[in-house]
């Protein structure tokens, strides 16, 4: 992993930047449906994990859009070269832990990392990652609800700059299979155009055979 900082004094979003930082709260938020009947069929297919399967489709569009890849620490604006994912993992008595997943561009070598670390969370009785890390998105699956609008939990007193993803119920249309998706960003980071390109690639991505 390697970062980078970004040059504010020639930075095109500086304005937008210093406009939004200090809201109080500086997330916005979209919901909307993607067809998954693409990587749902190859995935069941090879009796693989359709979770594992969205979310490396999500990862690898998060990486293909620059934006979703900056960080502010402090004053600076850092941009990773790659992010991986913090996950909620849920265990047997209904609670959860949090896990850190790194995206391989390879979905073999993903999924197989992935699942030893969902492994290790689920056995064990850890709620929180021993380190806090910026090159990351917060993602949750919440499979029981075909959602149209989410929120979420934020303590305003903790600066936080970090992309926050959710994916709803699976659901099987005659002719599709499709699932919803809530993003939540840091405005000073990034617009709804930005928004835009991850959804056009996200699109684009599931309909790709892994």
């Excluded at 998060?62 to 850092?78: P, W």
């Excluded at 670390?117 to 029981?144: A, C, Q, R, Y």
């Amino acid at each position: 992993m390697s970062v980078r900082k970004v040059d504010l004094s020639s930075w095109k979003r500086i304005k937008q930047f210093e406009f939004f930082r200090d809201f109080s709260e500086p997330f916005f938020g979209i919901t909307f449906n993607v067809d998954i009947s693409v990587l749902y069929n190859e995935l069941k297919s090879k009796g693989d994990s359709i979770f594992l399967g969205y979310l490396y489709c999500i990862l690898k569009t998060i990486n293909e859009v620059e934006e979703f890849r900056y960080r502010i620490d402090g004053d600076e604006v850092l941009i990773y070269d790659k992010v991986g994912a913090s996950t909620t993992v849920a265990r047997e008595d209904n609670t959860f832990g949090f896990s850190y997943i790194d995206f391989h561009e390879n979905f073999a070598t993903f999924s197989k990392k992935a699942n030893d670390e969902l492994e290790k969370v689920k056995n064990s009785s850890e709620f929180l990652p021993s380190e806090n890390k910026l090159d990351t998105i917060h993602f949750s699956s919440i499979p029981w609800i075909n959602f149209t609008s989410i929120s979420h939990a934020r303590n305003f007193n903790f600066p936080d700059s970090i992309p926050k993803i959710s994916c709803g119920k699976i659901v099987k249309k005659k002719n599709s299979v499709e699932m919803p998706i809530s993003i939540h960003v840091n405005h000073s980071l990034m617009d709804g155009y930005h928004v835009g390109l991850f959804e056009g690639k996200l699109r684009d991505n599931l309909n790709k055979s892994l």
